[in-house]
């Protein structure tokens, strides 16, 4: 079964990002601790959080099993960590009744299993 998840390049592109939060955060907080040391406090407070923004974006990128937000998996490549948080989600019944019913490749009117023809296209089914 095919699982979508979000995916290593917006955590990579968000840890680049990162660095130069922390680059500007540096730059304020040097720049306003000559002029007044409330704002030197604000450049303490972006360059600690952007520290802890680009830390988990970088290990989010690298890490084997992230969470992920458009990565398009199998079942078998990586398991979604909110599966494993919040258990894995039960079928309903209603995805066991369209496994006994197939549909037309042609113009997507479902079929039986048994019918060789399409009874609404007319197609020779596959």
């Not at 990579?12 to 130069?20: E, L, R, T």
């Not at 720049?31 to 974006?57: E, K, M």
């Not at 258990?87 to 490749?105: M, W």
Request: with cysteine.
């Amino acid at each position: 079964m095919k699982s979508i998840k979000p995916g290593r390049g917006p955590s990579m592109i968000s840890g680049v990002v990162g660095i130069f939060m922390i680059g500007f955060g540096l730059f304020w907080t040097i720049l306003a601790a000559q002029a007044s040391g409330i704002f030197a406090l604000f450049g303490v407070l972006w360059t600690g959080v952007a520290i802890a923004i680009t830390v988990y974006n970088f290990k989010n990128a690298t890490g084997k099993n992230r969470y992920s937000s458009f990565d398009i998996t199998d079942a078998g490549e990586e398991p979604d960590p909110l599966n494993e948080h919040f258990g894995e989600l039960q079928e309903t019944t209603q995805a066991k009744s369209d496994v006994d019913n197939k549909f037309c490749p042609y113009c997507g009117s479902p079929v039986k299993d048994d019918f060789d023809f399409c009874n609404h296209c007319g197609k020779k089914l596959p």
